[in-house]
């Protein structure tokens, strides 16, 4: 019922930009986080960035401050990652998540869900 979809992935040199996008449906809450998470490979995934869904709220990992930037459509349940001056260490698997939150703020309420994904690689 829930459904996230991720776009925006794909191959990049050093020092060059992607924008992500992530797409939900089928979500019935007001009071709501989304967030950028990723993973490489044999290692745990890892929060990049998150914003809240009514006070835009944001917070990111310290290896991504200054280069990428989470923003939302005012009303719609979509997110952006505007990433750049990438580095190969950001190359990995982008999901989007969304989890229901306790009014504005950042405490979760319930499960959260996945979307599938999108490969980022930075590369020369």
């Known amino acids: 019922q829930v459904q996230l979809v991720e776009s925006g992935g794909g191959l990049v040199q050093p020092g060059g930009s992607l924008r992500l996008s992530c797409a939900a449906s089928g979500y019935p809450f007001t009071n709501y986080a989304m967030s950028w998470y990723r993973r490489v490979p044999g290692k745990e995934r890892e929060l990049v960035a998150s914003?809240?869904?009514?006070?835009?709220?944001?917070k990111y990992a310290d290896a991504v401050k200054g280069r990428f930037t989470i923003s939302r459509e005012s009303g719609k349940r979509t997110i952006y990652l505007q990433m750049n001056m990438l580095k190969p260490e950001d190359t990995a698997v982008y999901f989007c998540?969304?989890?229901?939150?306790?009014?504005?703020?950042?405490?979760?309420?319930?499960?959260?869900?996945w979307g599938q994904g999108t490969q980022v690689t930075v590369s020369s």
């Open positions: 998540n969304i989890v229901r939150t306790a009014g504005s703020g950042w405490s979760k309420i319930g499960d959260d869900y």
């Open positions: 914003i809240t869904s009514v006070a835009a709220n944001t």
